[in-house]
């Protein structure tokens, strides 16, 4: 199973909490978007625990099984159809959520997260 964690699901497993620790322990594969290192970059700095942050970070990106997914031509197309699709259905979420969800479904995913905004994205599977 491959998953696709969001910033707060992320930040839930740094908490230990037991059902994205027990989500990450099952995957075979954990992508994280590059969109959601934003995220914790930008709630990281300026922090009291910056640095220790960062670092503990840097060790997740660094297991093996762990990848970065950045932005490609094929994730920014669908990207474009959620986008569009959203505003159809009059269900927009918020721009760096559609990155995230479009990031997953190009990954074949399933998004480990605690948003419910999600549940308005067409095709995406959540882990819940």
Partial sequence: MTI???TNAY??????D??????LER?????VPSVVLGELYAGFHGG???????EELDAFLAVPGVA???VTSAIARQYGLLVNELRIRGT?????DIWIAATALHTGAELVTRDE??????????YR
């Avoid at 930040?11 to 230990?16: E, M, N, T, V, Y």
């Avoid at 995957?27 to 992508?31: D, L, P």
């Fill in 68 to 70: 970065v997914e950045d």
């Fill in 117 to 126: 905004h999600f549940d308005a994205v067409p095709l995406l599977t959540l």
């Fill in 48 to 54: 009291s625990r910056e640095r220790r942050n960062i």
């Fill in 92 to 96: 927009p979420i918020p721009t760096n």
């Fill in 27 to 31: 995957a075979a594969r954990i992508v």
């Fill in 18 to 23: 037991a059902e994205t620790v027990a989500a």
């Fill in 11 to 16: 930040s839930d497993f740094k908490r230990g």
């Fill in 4 to 6: 696709c964690l969001d």
